[in-house]
């Protein structure tokens, strides 16, 4: 891939994680064999690098973090050197040449659904989110229902900043890799009004059997499975003859849906709270995809999907991520793989 600030998902695949991340670069390379994934573009690290270098904040991280010759060795340190480079980093616009670029970016988009400020989702793209032994899944910002460019601008700066948070800063240190980190990306990616959402493991996430692909998912948005706020529906799919062969319906009484800027938890109403969330055939079409993207790849996957509530089946399906299962995880039950989304996720 060719080094520019913007790249379309369709410009780039899984070996451009150097550019665009590891989130977007798989984002890339679903789009490139066929899996449908909501349009958009990666703010690539070049613009990132680019607005540090530019705007002086990389020489000003540099510096600050001099007065800590030791290392951030006690959590009062690292909060309040945390807290001070995302006030150096938020404290900068966006070089005008890169703001424009990104905006020309997102009018293409908002000229293709025919409506002025679309709705994307912004979300993180860390370089060293799937290095071998490292996992900051979660530990990045991602902003869902942004829904004009000076917004979708802002939040970008605070994906940027996010690279700095007290989590980030203490897994690196732990991991001895540089604190300053490598780089970011960041989606910007249309986004999918959900009637429901969740994820998907391509092999069973307790005992790592690779004969099925199981899904776990909710009402809404995903943030209702990531964060663990409901006890999600589960789907266990036959990898091979692709039928669903068992399914475990739970109550489901809290969702995350828009409002007019981001998303809102609220009630499920009654008569849909042990309604199954997805249909047989929305969890197989699901389970089709993640076979595929597995095969693909070559290692088992855990992927995130998406039912869009405007469309009907099969157009309704999307995937909005994929990444190797890691042997920890499939080590765990959902429970532990939910509370630790929900650690990452929460100060």
């Known amino acids: 891939m060719s080094r520019k600030w913007i790249a379309w998902f369709d410009e780039f695949g899984k070996d451009d994680v150097k550019y665009v991340g590891g ?15 909501p349009p958009g573009f990666a703010v690539t690290t070049e613009a990132y690098d680019k607005f540090l270098e530019e705007k002086g904040a990389g020489r ?14 006690t959590l009062a340190d690292l909060d309040k050197a945390c807290l001070d480079i995302g006030r150096i980093i938020t404290s900068k616009d966006i070089p005008e040449d890169l703001a424009k670029v990104i905006g020309e970016a997102y009018d293409s988009l908002c000229q293709e659904y025919g409506v002025p400020d679309l709705c994307v989702a912004i979300r993180s793209s ?22 004009d460019l000076d917004d979708a601008l802002e939040k970008i700066r605070l994906c940027w900043a996010s690279m700095f948070s007290t989590r980030c800063v203490s897994y690196r240190q732990k991991r001895g890799l540089d604190i300053l980190g490598s780089s970011v990306s960041v989606a910007v990616m249309k986004m999918i009004r959900g009637r429901s959402a969740g994820v998907g493991f391509t092999v069973h996430p307790t005992t790592g059997d690779d004969q099925w692909v199981v899904l776990e998912g909710a009402w809404g948005i995903g943030e209702a499975v990531v964060q663990g706020i409901v006890n999600p529906d589960t789907f266990v799919i036959n990898k091979e003859k692709l039928v669903v062969e068992e399914k475990r319906i739970s109550e489901k009484s809290r969702q995350f849906v828009f409002q007019e800027s981001g998303t809102v938890e609220a009630d499920v109403p009654p008569e849909m709270r042990r309604n199954p969330c997805l249909s047989d055939e929305e969890a197989v079409k699901i389970a089709e995809y993640a076979k595929f993207v597995e095969s693909h790849y070559g290692v088992p996957q855990d992927i995130e999907w998406v039912i869009d509530s405007d469309l009907s089946f099969p157009e309704n399906v999307f995937l909005v991520q994929t ?21 990452s996720r929460r100060p």
Do not use: H
Request: charged letters at 30%; one cysteine or more.
């Open 126 to 147: 860390g370089v060293a989110e799937d290095m071998p032994g490292a996992s900051f899944a979660g530990q990045y910002e991602s902003y869902l229902n942004v829904r």
């Open 23 to 37: 989130k977007c670069a798989n984002l890339g390379e679903m789009v490139k064999i066929g899996i449908p994934v």
């Open 323 to 343: 990444r190797p299962v890691t042997a920890i995880a499939q080590k765990k039950t959902p429970q532990d793989r939910f509370l630790d989304r929900l650690l």
């Open 60 to 73: 000003e991280i540099e510096e600050y973090l001099e007065r800590f010759s030791g290392g951030l060795d």
